[in-house]
């Protein structure tokens, strides 16, 4: 179990990694919200926060105001061609039915075992409750969030081939990311349910348990061994779909959203609750569009049908996003992955920090930039290595880059330069021996290749190689 | 009903202030509990919230865990002789009686209409439900807060005479803060309306509404001309009492409680619950035991009985409050009011930074202090006032007080002195032009009488006036 765990929580870190690295402003520049294309719906984003945030503006929002809530299926992750707690439920009951021989003669317990595609498709909507009840009943709630966080573990879309919390959609990563930045508290509105979804809403969306809102069922405390626990029961307390949505956000937060963001007819009541809302608002519609990235489907869809939201945003003009169009990635597999520019030459030394005046007027603010030719090189060298030779580099070819302490003083190190979508970014270390910065700064330049490079950034700051 | 708001709102200010003013580290020293007695109840808060948070110890808690749960009728204000709920029901049944000639011939609004006090001790708990269901149908969860908050306004205690909003208990303030400053997140989870805690719970306790749980009533999502709207319904939802309790704080938060706070059996699982958390946890029972400031009431009590739960915490060592003896006060209005001490003369002037030294060792770091006899006056004088001669001060009589610049430079000017429980606090006016400290401070002397005065109070620190 805790190896599983491990390898679980390890799988969730790299996807977090990939996702900070791509929306980081390192080497993205200063975009917030890199994997959105220039469209409507990113403009529209961007504008309500600008609007909500701006302190003496009309439309200004306290940040105890500052809700936004997102569906989950369909919205966050991939729900196509099934949801994803739907094959959590058919594993379950496989992994379960040894124990219950009575499961055998029920039609839909029957076509969950037997994997009946066609029988499953055609059970009604209480018989796979049912089944979803018996998925989750009997254990309390401490041993289901293990259940969940061991199965997700292990199971792999039949699809994509990949745990299902790679199927995320890495624009609305960085939306969660932009609003939290900007005051907002960001809840998950969940059709699913609550508990299939809190374990792991943290490590995924930076979602911590009290904000998510999901599907209920029971639980009856009891003392198990004279210890008081909680145990799931087959019963369902609260259908989060629907009307049940702006119900429960009252329910849970006493407060009506300023953003929401839904896909399905599910999200129409929510949408519709947060757009009525007076002052700065969007209500905002994920539109899957986009067959060969992920899958295109409204209104004649089972999964996350998608009929009378469209027609009610047409009508009240709110923002849809067309996923072929306005995503520029839909998963962060799909990022492009920085790779190491090679170093040929690395000169360190110390500039009195009287002497940054030396470095390019672009460059002198930042820790990190870049010379660009043979004067902007002497003029640096001069202070760096006050009576050696300038060294000979091929502007053409190379390009100089630097690195600098900024606050604290101590011998700083070009370890790598990472390059990713035409901009590169200067990886450095330190010593842990650090002074404050007094008269002089350690500083490090290194010579590296110029192809492909358009840009160094720093610090959401682009300093382009050519002057 | 603005009007009323802003009285409301204001009566709730002036609690808040001196709720600050009393547990303010200013007057009363560094005690973050200064209403609680020096008894084990006090050692038991402190000592969990030490264990909670010291980062390297064993039982570190991280902040997210922080969870801290109080019950409210009883635990955080007075529900004696009747919970205030039942008298907003009464009051607000009355006034919709007009327009519901059928309650007449229903014995529960009949006696609720009458104000028959033997009749409704009579009635059965689904008759209650079945009132306080009628007090708050039918209008929209906008629309409710409103009616709350007006009511609250207007009604007060017929047992004190005030408020109801004033009879929230000072050490239970002040531990919420106490809480909080130290990283837990407070909720309330209380078996009275979620709806008729949230509108105000932010103004009394610091609590924002999404950390209130509560008794719900259905809402019915709808479109009022055009728009939509949730419209309280009279159907019982989900009674958060007794076992209710742990699911509610699971259903909402997803975490166990680190700490939990009750007074009665209704309050029993859920200091079960907590108690049986690994790692440090407190589990505390509030006993009304104080006929003479409140009430003393426990096992024969109707109102916030306390029979089991008392057993359990004797058998469990839990912590309990006897009120008596542990609350050095009980409602914020019995706290001591400061008063101004007159000021016989003011000397200003500025003070070279070198210079500080001057002043009496315990008060170099301090924006504020004491000059305690002729020889300390005279030090500082010379460097405020060179070639003048010292004023002539009785110091068997009268005290210097000071206060300069710390932070940045300014003209500072002593508004008052204000005395409370033995201990002077300087309280000064700047003016706005302000600019970086650079090599003096400005500084003013004041000249108060010593009776009464034991020490001068400044950021947590006390300055005794005899040396």
Redesign the interface.
């Known amino acids: 179990m805790s190896l599983t765990f491990a390898a679980f929580v390890n799988g969730l870190t790299l996807v977090l990694v990939a996702a900070a690295t791509a929306r980081g402003a390192a080497v993205q520049g200063a975009d917030p919200l890199p994997s959105w294309n220039a469209t409507a719906p990113k403009k529209a984003i961007l504008e309500l926060v600008a609007r909500a945030t701006q302190a003496d503006g009309a439309d200004y929002v306290p940040p105890?105001d500052r809700l936004a809530v997102f569906d989950n299926d369909g919205t966050l992750w991939s729900e196509q061609p099934l949801y994803t707690q739907v094959h959590f439920t058919l594993d379950r009951v496989k992994a379960l039915a040894p124990a219950h021989p009575e499961w055998k003669d029920d039609p839909a317990f029957r076509a969950a075992i037997d994997g009946d595609a066609a029988a499953l498709a055609a059970l009604p909507a209480g018989a796979v409750v049912k089944l979803a009840a018996a998925a989750q009943a009997g254990v309390t709630?401490e041993e289901f969030d293990a259940i969940v966080l061991e199965w997700l573990a292990k199971a792999k879309s039949p699809k994509y081939g990949r745990p299902y919390t790679e199927l995320v959609y890495q624009p609305m990563l960085e939306l969660l990311t932009y609003l939290r930045e900007n005051g907002f508290?960001t809840y998950i509105v969940t059709g699913g349910g609550?508990?299939f979804v809190?374990p792991w809403a943290r490590q995924v969306y930076g979602v911590?348990?009290?904000q998510?809102i999901g599907t209920?069922f029971?639980?009856?405390?009891e003392l198990r061994d004279g210890?008081?626990v909680?145990v799931r029961q087959p019963d369902l307390v609260f259908v989060d779909d629907k009307?049940g949505k702006?119900?429960a956000i009252?329910?849970?937060?006493?407060?009506r959203p300023v953003a929401a963001f839904g896909n399905s007819d599910g999200d129409l009541?929510m949408l519709?609750?947060t757009a009525?809302r007076s002052g700065p608002k969007l209500s905002l519609l994920v539109h899957h569009t986009d067959a060969a990235r992920e899958a295109a489907y409204d209104r004649a869809s089972k999964v996350g049908k998608l009929d009378k939201a469209l027609d009610e945003a047409t009508r009240s003009g709110w923002t849809v996003v067309d996923m072929k169009n306005d995503w520029k990635y839909v998963f962060p597999f799909e990022l492009p992955k920085p790779r190491s520019v090679p170093i040929s030459e690395r000169w360190g030394g110390t500039i009195l920090l009287t002497d940054l005046a030396s470095l390019p007027e672009d460059a002198r603010e930042c820790p990190a930039g870049c010379l660009r030719d043979a004067a902007e090189l002497e003029a640096v060298w001069k202070r760096v290595k006050p009576g050696e030779p300038v060294p000979a580099v091929d502007f053409k070819k190379d390009l100089v880059v630097f690195a600098r302490n900024q606050v604290v003083y101590s011998p700083i190190y070009i370890a790598a330069v990472k390059w990713m979508d035409r901009g590169a970014e200067v990886v450095t270390s330190t010593s842990r021996n650090a002074a404050p910065l007094a008269d002089k700064a350690s500083i490090m330049l290194a010579v590296v290749p110029r192809a492909d490079i358009d840009f160094v950034a720093c610090r959401g700051r682009r300093h382009p190689v050519v002057k």
Request: glycine share 6%; proline share 13%; net charge neutral.
């Open positions: 105890e709630t508290k609550l508990e809190r911590p348990p009290e998510v209920v029971g639980v009856k405390y210890k008081p909680l009307e702006p119900a009252h329910a849970f937060t006493g407060k009541e519709q609750w009525a």
